[in-house]
């Protein structure tokens, strides 16, 4: 009975069942929203304040539920994925301020958060392979080089640099 529901969830991440792949895709993205969600769900669990965490998850159910029904009822599959992105994305918004770390975290993450949007945006608006496709493909490559290089540190660079350089 496992295996059998194990492959009925996979087929469903996998876009087999509904043949719609931006389905899972969105899953994915609120998944990855969802693990950012854990360091202050830890923080303030750790700082014995467990029933602020509790309201916060019960501030969000109806919300979620309304968000839900609506997204069954208007797009089937794809908007329960995207309510469960958003209640994701809240969930970690709440707990990020409920830690008094809200503003670190969106410094820290804005431009690799956007840069998973553009991908994704480009994943599923072009065809793949296309001119503009690439063009887009490798934009987004340069501007993650061009991140990746400003938040490395300067001991990193200087390595680099000198490798570069011989």
Request: with cysteine.
């Amino acid at each position: 009975m496992s295996k059998k529901f194990s492959n009925s969830n996979h087929q469903i991440l996998t876009g087999q069942i509904t043949g719609n792949k931006f389905t899972a895709q969105i899953l994915l993205l609120g998944f990855w929203i969802n693990a950012f969600a854990r360091v202050p769900y830890a923080q303030l669990q750790a700082a014995a304040l467990a029933s602020l965490v509790a309201k916060c998850h019960l501030g969000e159910l109806i919300p979620y539920m309304l968000a839900l029904y609506a997204g069954l009822h208007f797009w089937g599959l794809p908007g329960a994925a995207a309510a469960f992105g958003l209640r994701a994305f809240a969930d970690c918004v709440l707990l990020l301020w409920l830690a008094g770390s809200l503003r670190v975290a969106f410094s820290a993450l804005g431009v690799p958060v956007l840069q998973l949007l553009l991908g994704l945006t480009v994943a599923v608006a072009l065809p793949a392979g296309g001119g503009v496709w690439w063009l887009a493909t490798l934009g987004l490559l340069a501007v993650s080089l061009a991140w990746a290089w400003r938040s490395a540190p300067i001991k990193v660079r200087r390595l680099v640099m000198k490798i570069v350089n011989r």
